[in-house]
């Protein structure tokens, strides 16, 4: 893809975002990247968890202020509801990166973003997670994400913007292709 053609302003450096893949790809090791958040169990349900540092560019990296979640249950579960349930926050996780994906693609491809909303849906039967029945999955049945976006585009630019974000989406990935997941205990 060639560079921007027009002025847009989406809020995306995408310069600079072309600059870091250049300078990444003559650097492959600085591309490795551990993201880490810490929790600690509140009470009932609720959990507080904390995203401050990761490692990335070779180095011990820190965002610019630690940031706070909340997790919990409804009260429709007898919990306090002190938090959005942690599905919840696996659906904000990816329409934050397909959202970022969009803005970062269509400020590359030169086109001015009005409006971008999304909904997502996630229906989940519960008898699963609650035991009832061994055979319901405990997690979503399916994800559907429906996009609102007003640009100076037509459809078929505005579609292939979603494409592409989707493409490269992080969190796209790590939901719809199989991820290993380690739990240790230690003392």
Known sequence: MSAVLKAVNNGVNVEAL????EALTEAPEAAKFVWRA?????????????????FGLGEE?????????????????????KGSTPVEFVLVGLVGCLTAGI??????RGIQLNSVKATLEAPMDIQGILGID?????????????YQIEANASEND??????????RSAVFDIITNPTNVTVEINK
């Open 18 to 21: 072309l600059g870091a893949r």
């Open 61 to 81: 990296q820190s965002h610019v202020k630690e940031y706070s979640y909340d997790t919990d249950h409804p009260e429709v579960f007898a919990s306090e509801d």
């Open 103 to 108: 803005a970062a693609v269509a400020t590359h």
């Open 158 to 167: 505005i579609a292939a913007i979603v494409a592409q974000s989707q493409k």
């Open 134 to 146: 061994s055979d319901v999955r405990n997690g979503f049945d399916g994800i559907k994400v429906n």
């Open 38 to 54: 810490t929790s600690e169990w509140q009470n009932g349900t609720h959990t507080r968890s904390n995203v401050q540092s990761f």
